[in-house]
């Protein structure tokens, strides 16, 4: 079983930068693509960027420019650079993580970390 923790998230004005962590542990075999999500109110929970083991990215196109994903694998901990954010960047994020050293590749959530932007 892995457990993902979030750290980092809390308010800020639009404009303003947040930088997300998300730290992996517990009984890892091979986690292969971390990312993160958000849920505003409301809304259904959305991708907003993961990244391979092998450094590849991928990212909404609401973020894109002003989001930066990366991971250090050697601690199991994904990161996520917020900047120039705005008020509909409120949300919950979530901590995503596959470990595929399973014959079934395993998917885990983090508790989620609250972001609020203010205008």
């Known amino acids: 079983q892995v457990q993902l923790v979030e750290s980092g998230g809390g308010l800020v004005q639009a404009g303003g930068s947040l930088r997300l962590s998300c730290a992996a542990s517990?009984?890892?075999?091979?986690?292969?693509?971390m990312g993160w999500y958000r849920q505003a109110p409301g809304k259904q929970r959305e991708l907003v960027a993961f990244i391979t083991s092998g450094g590849s990215t991928n990212y909404a196109d609401s973020v894109k420019g002003r989001f930066t994903i990366s991971r250090d694998n050697a601690k199991n901990t994904v990161y996520l650079q917020m900047n120039n954010l705005k008020p509909e960047d409120t949300a919950v994020y979530y901590c995503?993580?596959?470990?595929?050293?399973?014959?079934?590749?395993?998917?885990?959530w983090g508790q989620g970390t609250q972001v609020t932007v203010s205008s």
């Open positions: 995503n993580a596959v470990d595929s050293g399973y014959y079934y590749p395993r998917t885990y």
């Open positions: 517990g009984i890892i075999k091979s986690i292969s693509t």
